[in-house]
């Protein structure tokens, strides 16, 4: 017994809807979009407000290298994708490598700035209001860092070991989806944080 | 099978219109009429018997409001009731589906405008009240007041008449040919409160590190009920309101009496002996002497009260002696520990605080 | 003129132990199985929080109660709101959701299956989680360390100082795994619409459940994440010592409302849209007309949706707002007032030269109706700040959204299980308890919540464990909790009627109500694959195309 179906005298065989990856993809990133929001929110809200303890003129050095090589990990993995979907799998394993390393040099680098705040400078997220808003904002962004390139490793290992060919770019580019937006982020909290905020 | 496919609007259109026209004025006027005044006498903090401005105000802009969505209510759910009723299937159905009408673009304009007409009409009720209570600023002889909300009773500072009191607030009464109104800046302790007197005033949150203001200015005497109406913990049942509005001369006494020390008694010194020697002095303040503590209320004039424990107990001595001995046997999880005092100290402190005029 | 049941050929097969068929269910990725434990799993909590919901009506029944002491009474009203909000409504709304949405748009199953099933669970567990707080501390009579600072939460009522061990934080915790669950439904249902309808169904002709549930998602997506947010920076304050909501450091307690609010308003949004799904697919069935309005109801949802992210300070009137944000939250809420309007309006000319068929879907909805109605009314009553600043806080605002939530989205619910009961379990549920329920639960409600805006206008402020004689309140809470009873009665029935008609209904067949959307072209219950060949469409409602086909809908919209 067959579904009822109804087929048009003039059947017009185009019947193409968006991919499912990118769209999810999208959907998770307005979502964690808006908890960014909130983050940023709070972080201006309270600008000048701390009582007592270093304000970010004092103590806040702004991370230019590190801007420089997160960015430059969104164009990397924009070229690896590329070569991907023209099957160059060694070419794109190695522009996804460069990604990885870029990246990791940004949470380093962070890490090495988180040392010396708290360290040299006294400031931890009990400090102040600045301390618990900094170290949140800028925390949660390297937690999504940390994340993204956990999942970008993974990637690279499936490539060592023979898995990714041509026909997983659109798995490849939702990834880099979230990167990008793991950078656009970026490029908010550095002007929110190290300009605005200074 | 199905005729016409497409129901002529206009026949919608004029019923619409006849409804606007006749049954709109009738229905307004039944229920602002429900919406008068009604009697003190249902109870003590009804939103709809005012004594003073603000809640004047707002008692006023409700009933428009009220006449507004009661007419509305009217003509949609007697809409409503017809539809049930005249469309329902008939037993003798021949299994014909009824006309499908798939829309109408004039009809849906026509309760699209009404509707965003009305909004308008009560926005600007609404904006024109907010500006008039919120916008206003004290005249050069507002009684000010400050009142700090602790977890679970209610401070009062009057700070120009250099008065200290607790849970029980007294403001002059006024009137239009001299206006007296009393100005509160409402300040926290701890968390969020609220202070809700429904027939002097809407209510305002008191929120630790954001200080409110409101004002109030009740024309006729007497006393005034309210409670705390924002959660704040485990006693913000009893967190009551009482508000005294006295005649000048009475509020004038009130105010002589309250900004002076402590009455001593000589009689009552052990009993002071044992207040002082006890932890109380940590947490209340009696004017003149060696108790200063600030983190529950004032009692120097506590026996001037009508009431304890913020309204959740009449002022009579057993019932003092009892807050003394546990407060959790009246408010279960008040601030106050038990003081574990002795049956003679007990007896001794309780009279000492009965001197307290 | 219903379409022909399909008859089985029976077949002998071996009953499986009962341990494979659980493990079934709990490994199952299949959207009707995970829709239908998704309302299970809603109406078990729905007992729990209906319990918690007794407890404070006995406790209030009169002045000086002595039923249950504060600190348990506070527990309840936390534990009932957090409950039916994150426990019940959202999880069974997904639920039906999640079951019917494939259906209807032709598709095998969602769009992220494994996704579908990692969001049952983590609600699941969400709700697992906040419920051994009961267990914790002093046990089950004090109601152990269960949260009692209000489902919002204030700060900063839930600091370390001000709530000791931690009670609050189970509820911040269950939130967050179960917010997680929410936005990957959220996803799942974006995706499965966008991505996954069949040939010939333009976003133009899907039926309404589906555009009002991709609105839902779509405000869920964007509103869970700052409640989210805010729940992370309430455990940095405390657990790492931070001042976001600390009011000694500067911190803000008002920020916290902001947040929470920008969250909690939407969700009542997310909780309603579905709602309003439910009364489009059922009123036009009953009444045998099309929706009216088809487009509009589209486009007034959408407003909805978009609007209903701007009016989130009118739970915010009372904070002591300057008088512009007043007034800007005064005109958004009221703005919001108008579609919603629409919407009734387009109910009730779909309804108007219909031939309504009063079998028990119909009644919820009829209900539904009036019910909506007046709570909405009374939301333009508090859309006026002034009138809010008294009616704020109080039993008023507690009977409106009491209003809304039973009177408008049970009521439907009632009805969405009644209506789609036949395709679930292949049973037709039994119309004389059907309407038996209807019956009690509609005196029960009216007794429960039109008396209980008048406390609310005396004065009664809410989560108060007691109240004072002498306010006038008394009658008034006693009314109230009378209905509590009626109510508890009703549903009762209704847990009875499906138990019942589950093993004993009449056999369903594919379209006892002789619908018009695909789900009714499936067999009942549907196979797993739910279409044998995927449908093609070329109007909103494809079965009725087929069943009159001299005089299909694609010649008119």
């Known amino acids: 017994m067959s579904a009822p179906s109804v087929t048009m005298p003039e059947a017009d065989t185009r019947w193409n809807l968006p991919a499912r990856g990118p769209a999810g993809m999208y959907c998770l990133i307005a979502a964690e979009a808006a908890i960014f929001t909130i983050f940023v929110v709070a972080y201006i809200f309270y600008i000048g407000k701390s009582v007592s303890g270093p304000q970010p003129h004092d103590v806040l050095r702004v991370p230019v290298f590190l801007t420089i090589c997160l960015l430059s990990s969104s164009l990397t993995i924009h070229f690896a994708v590329k070569l991907l979907s023209k099957g160059r799998v060694i070419s794109f394993a190695l522009w996804w490598l460069l990604t990885v390393a870029l990246g990791a040099v940004f949470l380093a680098g962070t890490v090495r700035e988180w040392r010396h705040l708290i360290h040299d400078e006294g400031l931890t997220i009990q400090t102040n209001l600045f301390g618990t808003t900094y170290y949140s904002l800028v925390g949660l962004h390297a937690f999504h860092v940390t994340v993204g390139l956990l999942a970008l490793v993974t990637v690279l290992i499936f490539t060592l070991l023979g898995n990714v060919r041509r026909e997983h770019t659109q798995r490849a580019e939702v990834l880099s989806m979230y990167w990008h937006f793991v950078d656009v982020v970026w490029v908010v909290v550095f002007i929110v944080v190290y300009v605005v905020g200074r | ?357 | 003129m219903s379409t022909q049941s399909i008859a089985w050929a029976k077949t002998e097969v071996s009953r499986r132990p009962l341990v494979e068929k659980l493990h079934e269910w709990v490994t199952t990725v299949d959207h009707k199985r995970l829709g239908i434990l998704y309302i299970l799993y809603a109406l078990l909590f729905l007992a729990f929080g209906g319990v918690e919901a007794t407890i404070i009506r006995i406790q209030l029944i009169r002045p000086h109660n002595g039923f249950v002491s504060p600190q348990v009474f506070n527990r309840m009203f936390t534990m009932h709101g957090t409950t039916m909000i994150f426990f019940v409504a959202m999880p069974i709304l997904f639920g039906f959701a999640n079951y019917l949405i494939p259906l209807m748009i032709g598709a095998r199953d969602m769009a992220f299956p494994r996704l579908n099933a990692f969001s049952f669970w983590m609600t699941a567990f969400g709700g697992l989680l906040l419920y051994f707080s009961f267990v914790g501390g002093d046990g089950l009579y004090g109601a152990g360390n269960a949260p009692d600072v209000g489902w919002f939460a204030y700060a900063p009522l839930t600091a370390q100082t001000f709530s000791r061990g931690h009670s609050t934080d189970f509820w911040i915790l269950s939130l967050l795994v179960s917010g997680f669950g929410s936005v990957g439904t959220a996803i799942n249902i974006i995706a499965t619409i966008l991505c996954m309808r069949c040939k010939g169904m333009t976003l133009g002709k899907m039926p309404l459940l589906v555009w009002l549930n991709l609105t839902m998602a779509g405000l869920v997506v964007l509103a869970v994440s700052p409640l989210t947010a805010a729940q992370l920076m309430l455990l940095v304050d405390r657990y790492l010592g931070g001042h976001f909501f600390d009011t000694q450091a500067g911190g803000s307690a008002v920020i916290w409302m902001h947040f929470f609010w920008v969250f909690g308003h939407p969700e009542v949004y997310v909780l309603v849209i579905p709602a309003f799904a439910f009364a489009s697919e059922i009123i036009p069935v009953f009444s045998r007309k099309a929706i009216f309005g088809y487009p509009v109801m589209v486009a007034a949802t959408i407003c909805i949706g978009f609007i209903g992210m701007s009016v989130w300070a009118h739970h915010m009137f009372t904070v002591g707002m300057s008088s512009a944000a007043n007034t800007f939250f005064v005109l958004s809420t009221m703005a919001i007032a108008v579609p919603t309007g629409i919407k009734i309006f387009n109910w009730l000319a779909t309804m108007w030269g219909g031939q309504i068929d009063f079998k028990t879907p119909m009644l919820f909805c009829a209900a539904f109706l009036f019910q909506f109605l007046v709570a909405g009314l009374t939301g333009v009553m508090m859309s006026v700040a002034p009138f809010d600043w008294q009616l704020g806080n109080s039993y008023f605002v507690v009977a409106h959204f009491h209003y809304v939530i039973l009177g408008g989205i049970f009521f439907t619910l009632f009805a969405a299980f009644y209506y789609w009961f036949p395709k679930m379990s292949g049973r037709m549920y039994n119309e004389t308890l059907g309407k038996l329920h209807f019956w009690l639960f509609l005196i029960g409600f009216h007794l429960t919540f039109d008396f209980m805006h008048i406390p609310g206008i005396l004065g009664m402020p809410r989560r108060i464990y007691t109240y004072e004689p002498g306010r006038g309140w008394d009658i008034w809470n006693l009314i109230v909790t009378v209905g509590v009873f009626f109510q508890a009665a009703g549903v009762l029935v209704f847990i009875g009627n499906l138990l019942w008609s589950y093993w004993r209904g009449k056999v369903a067949g594919s379209d006892p109500w002789d619908a018009w959307t695909l789900d009714w072209s499936t067999p009942s219950p549907p196979p797993t694959y739910n279409f044998v060949t995927i449908p093609e469409v070329r109007s909103r409602r494809p079965l009725w195309d087929l069943k009159h086909p001299e005089d299909p809908d694609w010649q008119y919209e």
Request: glycine share 6%; hydrophobic share 40%; net charge neutral.
């Open chain 2, 1 to 357: 099978m199905n005729g016409q496919r497409r129901v002529t609007n206009a026949r919608v259109v004029r019923s619409l219109d006849i409804l606007a026209r006749q049954v709109l004025p009738f229905c307004g006027s039944v229920v602002g009429g429900f919406a008068a005044p009604a009697v003190p006498s249902l109870s003590p903090t009804n939103i709809f018997a005012p004594v003073s401005t603000p809640a004047q105000s707002i008692f006023d802009l409700s009933r428009f409001v009220l006449m507004v969505t009661g007419s509305i209510f009217v003509v949609v759910f007697g809409l409503l009731a017809y539809a049930v009723v005249k469309f329902r299937k008939k037993r003798a159905s021949d299994g014909r589906e009824p006309a499908q009408v798939y829309g109408s673009m004039q009809v849906e304009l026509a309760w699209t405008v009404i509707p965003i007409l009305i909004v308008v009409a009560l926005f600007l009720a609404a904006a024109r009240v907010i500006a008039s209570i919120q916008n206003a600023s004290p005249p050069r002889n507002a009684v000010e007041v400050t009142v700090i909300g602790h977890q679970f009773w209610w401070e009062y500072r009057y700070p120009s008449l250099n008065v200290v009191t607790a849970n029980e607030l007294h403001i002059p009464v006024s009137d239009t040919e001299h206006p007296a109104p009393t100005f509160l800046t409402l300040l926290s302790a701890d968390t969020d409160h609220s202070f809700w007197v429904p027939r002097l005033a809407g209510k305002t949150d008191l929120i630790p590190n954001h200080p409110n203001s409101m004002w109030v200015d009740p024309h006729e005497t007497g006393l005034y009920l309210g409670q705390c109406a924002q959660y704040c913990g485990t006693q913000h049942a009893k967190m009551l309101l009482r508000v005294y509005v006295d005649s000048r001369e009475d509020f004038d006494r009130w105010i002589q009496e309250q900004s002076g020390p402590a009455r001593v008694s000589a009689a009552a010194s052990e009993g002071q002996t044992i207040f002082e020697r006890t932890a109380c002095i940590n947490c209340h303040t009696v004017a003149g002497t060696v108790a200063n503590g600030r983190f529950g209320p004032d009692l120097t004039h506590l026996m001037s009260r009508d009431t304890i424990a913020s309204g959740a107990a009449p002022n009579t001595p057993e019932n003092l002696r009892r807050w003394i001995q546990d407060p959790g046997t009246i408010k279960p999880g008040s601030k106050m520990p038990a003081m574990g005092l002795s049956g003679p100290d007990l007896m001794a402190v309780t009279s000492y605080l009965e001197t307290l005029h």
